[in-house]
């Protein structure tokens, strides 16, 4: 789905790095979230927001944080990068509405080192 | 928080045969429970999904069943062929937030 896109889409890192992902959508969609999946476990929610002055924490929050920088964007940082960061991160779009759908982007591959 | 799990892991069937997979969920306010296909190297894409007012719902080949009373549901896929191939994740979530909680997902083959 091309109206969610994801920055980059493949990164190696070093551990101690700083390190954005960012995700910017042409829906017009008011919630986003980001997720990270592993093996085996599927996928885990790490924040959400539900418009730009709303942040909150999902189950997997830590060493993470975001920034809604408006409607359409939606960004995710590691602050220190560690190795057990190393994963497919997915973010998603949805509108609030008796038929609410959550759609994913693409994904950003992360390595750390 | 939501639990989900999902059975089986990994799933072969043949083509042409059905292909059934199940989860359950802990949390009895859950009302809305998507399924995901993710096809390797690619993002997740609805297939189908089922809100707590309905016990099933059907979409060509591919049908979803709920009981609420023992808090699970179900994914049915008939006349399975080799692009059904994928791993398929089911989920839940509360209608008032759709923060969703996925179960670990089933790899599923399909031999021709």
């Known amino acids: 789905d091309a109206d969610v896109t994801q920055t980059p889409r493949n990164r190696i890192t070093k551990t101690g790095k700083r390190i954005m992902l960012e995700c910017s959508q042409t829906?017009?969609?008011?919630?986003m979230y980001w997720y990270r999946q592993d093996p085996g476990l599927g996928l885990q929610l790490i924040y959400y927001s539900f418009d730009v002055k709303d942040i909150n924490k999902g189950e997997i929050s830590d060493g993470y944080s975001v920034s809604r920088q408006a409607q359409a964007k939606f960004s995710l940082s590691l602050e220190s990068a560690i190795p057990n960061q190393t994963a497919l991160y997915f973010c998603?779009?949805?509108?609030?509405?008796?038929?609410?759908?959550?759609?994913f982007g693409p994904g950003t591959r992360l390595l750390v080192l | 928080g939501e639990n989900v799990e999902q059975h089986p892991s990994t799933l072969s069937v043949q083509e042409g045969d059905s292909a059934v997979i199940k989860c359950t969920y802990s949390?009895?306010?859950?009302?809305?429970f998507p399924w995901y296909k993710q096809e390797l190297g690619k993002r997740p894409q609805l297939i189908i999904d089922i809100r707590s007012n309905v016990g099933e719902k059907k979409d060509q080949r591919i049908a979803v069943t709920l009981n609420k009373t023992a808090k699970h549901f179900s994914l049915h896929i008939t006349e399975t062929q080799p692009e059904d191939s994928a791993v398929y994740f089911c989920a839940a979530a509360r209608s008032n937030d759709y923060k969703l909680s996925f179960g670990a997902g089933t790899t599923v083959t399909v031999r021709a």
């Open positions: 998603a779009t949805s509108d609030p509405g008796p038929q609410e759908t959550q759609y």
């Open positions: 829906k017009g969609h008011d919630r």
């Open positions: 949390d009895s306010a859950s009302n809305y």
